[in-house]
């Protein structure tokens, strides 16, 4: 690795210094703020983590861990922590990433971008503090009339002023990168992910500010109330558009790992970049299927969201679904693994967390999220499952096996790449995205089947002790919630070596200097593959329609198992 310090055209300094695995040139300013924001995220996954684990042992009938205002008090902090700071804190970090250590290029702005860090550190600490002092126990939607402190509030406001100043730190850098000419033609593609990633965060970001904003008025008695219908429609255009952003971002590390991992190029860059502009379309418009039990939105709008627009959104995701494990078969059969229909996946490198991570992201985001968000998404079938354990079971299904994973994946190249640490622990760094992924796809899965039977959403005791008229669930749904706690000390378990690695190997991790062999290494060509424009082109690729086809004949099977309950809430004589 060699450093060098660059006068760019308007004359402006920076220190780079050269990544011996990828040849990319690193700008030394952008990796500190990669490095600030990476930490950062992992925190907050701690604090997240533990408060999450604390309301799935609540949840269990059998181990009923805590008391009704702590439950509470727990869900809020767990939502917050890990839907908000954990996830958007390590996408900026993926931003930066894919801007000036992609293109070769400086970062704009590097202290900007450091107000914003600190305007984000602030933000999520004075919400944190809000929620501990018990009187914020209002949820991660903190639907009026329940109201929070002021601090709440101004916390949500302060961490997203933050991270829209990142997204303008992003976009003024892919900018220079431009003007100075550090790349040649399009941007890569997961650059290309990362802009829509950080366009639909800008929507998301301002759908905050129009609803949060007189929210925090109101909680300091300047506004005289805040209507429902009006808050939740608005706050949902924030609160679901806030998972497309993190759809986008780590679907853009999807295909990062397979290029640096593998080699793999996408199968088309058209075809690819399309599917990441559907999500700015389309996508965000799905929040509707949260407001489907609400009697004062109009029906044709509920429809038209939960139907046509919908299925265009979905169409993106089923594209990358093709596309990504398309791209890992194209790449493993020209590294030689072309014998019958599944040794490039057999011979894949299960044992990189980076790639089990990704590759555990990507089955179980599209199996468990993806079909579970198109069946909670059709208008008819949300009668089913609309506030029952189904909802936050859909939810793990997209950000904790979907988008936790991928980054917990992607965290195994930064600290190489980018901490220039090697990582400590490889055998459990290894065994990490099994536990982790096995532990929260049960937590998905059994509250998904929960939901089914009726458990409801938010209520901390499915028992009902202390109800006047008595109510029993199920059988069936006790057993969910019990196998819903066992996977949630799994996954617990799986997240806890994840931040030990990671801390261990920033604190201890060996220092790696040039000619250091990688304990998880990269492909040789893996540094033009994820920086170069290009496609793979046309390829025989009969190991992924095998799968496709699989994912297809389980998605039908399931949408019209739904159908069929559905039809059974009608008695006929």
């Known amino acids: 690795m060699t450093a060098e310090t660059v006068i760019g055209a308007v004359g402006k300094q920076a220190e780079f210094r050269t990544c011996q695995y990828t040849g990319l040139k690193v700008d030394v300013a952008a990796q500190t703020l990669i490095k600030a924001n990476a930490v950062a995220a992992v925190v907050f996954l701690l604090i997240g983590g533990l408060l999450g684990l604390s309301v799935a042992l609540t949840r269990w009938p ?33 931003l930066y990433f894919a801007s000036a250590v992609l293109l070769n290029c400086r970062i704009a702005a590097p202290k900007f971008a450091w107000l914003g860090f600190i305007l984000m550190i602030v933000g999520a600490l004075l919400t944190n503090y809000a929620v501990l002092q018990g009187d914020s126990s209002v949820m991660f939607t903190s639907y009026p009339p329940m109201q929070a402190a002021p601090n ?11 991270a829209l100043i990142g997204c303008v730190i992003f976009f003024a850098t892919l900018v220079i990168a431009k003007e100075e000419r550090t790349y040649e033609g399009s941007v890569p593609l997961v650059t290309f992910g990362a802009i829509t990633a950080a366009i639909i965060a800008v929507f998301t970001i301002a759908s905050g500010a129009v609803i949060l904003i007189p929210t925090w008025l109101w909680s300091l008695g300047l506004i005289s109330n805040i209507d429902p219908l009006m808050y939740k429609l608005v706050w949902w255009a924030m609160g679901h558009s806030t998972q497309q952003i993190n759809v986008s971002a780590h679907v853009s590390i999807w295909y ?41 939105l109009d029906s044709s709008w ?35 693994y072309t014998k019958g229909v599944f040794e490039w996946l057999r011979k894949a490198p299960w044992g990189n967390p980076a790639f089990s991570g990704m590759f555990l992201s990507l089955v179980m985001f599209g199996f468990i999220g993806g079909i579970s968000g198109v069946v909670l998404g059709t ?33 195994y190249l930064v600290l190489p790449l980018i901490f220039q640490r090697e990582i400590i622990w490889p055998k459990l760094a290894k065994l990490q995205p099994y536990l982790f992924g096995i532990g929260a ?53 799986g997240g806890a070596i994840y931040v030990i690695v990671v801390v261990g190997t920033v604190l201890f991790g060996k220092k790696i200097v040039g000619g250091h062999k990688l304990t998880f290494p990269l492909h040789s060509g893996g540094g033009a593959a994820v920086s170069h424009y290009g496609s793979e082109g046309a390829v025989k690729l009969p190991g992924t329609i095998i799968l496709i086809t699989i994912f297809f004949v389980s998605f039908v099977l399931y949408y019209f198992i739904n159908w069929k309950y559905l039809s059974e809430l009608w008695l006929f004589h």
């Open 62 to 94: 059998a181990v009923h861990l805590l008391p009704a205002e702590w439950f509470y008090l727990a869900l809020t902090g767990h939502g917050a922590n890990v839907l908000l700071f954990w996830i958007i804190f390590f996408e900026i970090a993926v």
């Open 152 to 162: 709440f509030y101004l916390g949500l406001i302060l961490f997203a002023v933050g």
């Open 256 to 296: 990062l790992t397979a290029a640096l991992l593998l080699g793999a190029k996408p199968l088309s860059e058209k075809v690819s970049r399309t599917a990441f502009f559907m999500y700015i379309l389309f996508l965000q418009l799905a929040s509707a299927h949260h407001l489907l039990a609400e009697p004062g």
């Open 302 to 336: 509920k429809i038209v969201n939960t139907s046509y627009m919908m299925y265009l959104a979905v169409l993106g995701s089923m594209v990358h679904g093709l596309t990504v494990p398309g791209a890992i078969e194209a790449a493993q059969r020209k590294n030689g």
């Open 379 to 411: 208008e008819q079938l949300n009668v089913l499952m609309h506030n029952t354990l189904y909802v936050p079971g859909h939810f793990h299904g997209t950000v904790v096996t979907g988008t936790t994973l991928a980054f917990m994946g992607g965290t």
């Open 441 to 493: 796809a049960g937590i998905s899965l059994f509250m998904m089947g929960a939901g089914t039977l009726g458990v409801p959403r938010r209520h901390w005791d499915i028992t009902f002790s202390d109800a006047p008229i008595a109510f029993a669930h199920s059988a069936g749904a006790f057993l969910m919630m019990g196998l819903n706690g066992i996977s949630a000390i799994l996954a617990a378990l």
